[in-house]
Nanobody
Framework: QVQLVESGGGLVQPGGSLRLSCVAS????????MSWYRQAPGKEREIVGI????????NYADSVKGRFAISRDNAKRTLYLQMNSLRPEDTAVYYC?????WGQGTQVTVSS
């Protein structure tokens, strides 16, 4: 079955960077579009961005444009989210998504 395992979250100061990873299994990762979402405390889950099978990202949320970058390594079956210039409002649980399947999420906390 589909399994998505995120990692790389943690506590970071404002202005810092983190790189999240999502290792996928149970499907042919290389041929499918993937996406990142996040859910902040008390808010609805929102899309961060999407990447197609060829590695071209699109549909970044306005709030992360120019700061976040989605990439993938099909040989490693891994999706990445590089987050730079982090802000306190980026604090959330970050999830990768494939069709109707979600990972367990990884917590990112931006605080001084």
């Amino acid at each position: 079955q589909v399994q998505l395992v995120e990692s790389g979250g943690g506590l970071v100061q404002p202005g810092g960077s983190l790189r999240l990873s999502c290792v996928a299994s149970g499907f042919t990762f290389a041929i499918y579009e993937m996406s990142w979402y996040r859910q902040a405390p008390g808010k609805e889950r929102e899309i961060v961005g999407i990447i197609n099978s060829a590695g071209v990202p699109r549909n970044y949320a306005d709030s992360v444009k120019g700061r976040f970058a989605i990439s993938r390594d099909n040989a490693k079956r891994t999706l990445y989210l590089q987050m730079n210039s982090l802000r306190p409002e980026d604090t959330a649980v970050y999830y990768c998504k494939f069709r109707g399947s979600w990972g367990q999420g990884t917590q990112v906390t931006v605080s001084s």
